[in-house]
């Protein structure tokens, strides 16, 4: 990456970023699939929507991972936490729907 054309290299990192962020899209799409079908099986046993121990450990988890990958931890932690939330929307709306 030294003597090549600064747009070219712009041109071709953000090829990356574009796969990159397809990647991530279809990951978080497969994770709301699994956390509907949580939700799902929680509103149907009357189970809480959210399980705060299971977060701590989660969270622990995650900034160990992001150490190790470098990247920061307290956005690991920021990410989680919102991506939770939305989670716990989804559960808090199933629960509210009829269920056998
Ligand atoms: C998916 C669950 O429900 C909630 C959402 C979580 C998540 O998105 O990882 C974790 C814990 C719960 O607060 C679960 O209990 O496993």
Partial sequence: ???????????GLRGSIDNIDAALIFL????????KQV??????HGMPASD????EQQIA???????DADLDPA????????V?????????TA???PHD
């Fill in 1 to 11: 990456m030294t003597d090549a054309d600064p747009s070219t290299i712009l041109q």
């Fill in 28 to 35: 978080l799409a497969e994770r709301f699939r699994c956390t």
């Fill in 39 to 44: 939700g799902v099986l929680k509103a149907k």
């Fill in 52 to 55: 705060p121990a299971r977060e």
């Fill in 61 to 67: 988890r995650l900034m160990r991972l992001a150490e």
């Fill in 75 to 82: 956005f690991a932690e920021k990410w989680f936490n919102f």
């Fill in 84 to 92: 939770v939330a939305e989670v716990i929307r989804h559960h808090r």
């Fill in 95 to 97: 629960a509210a729907q």
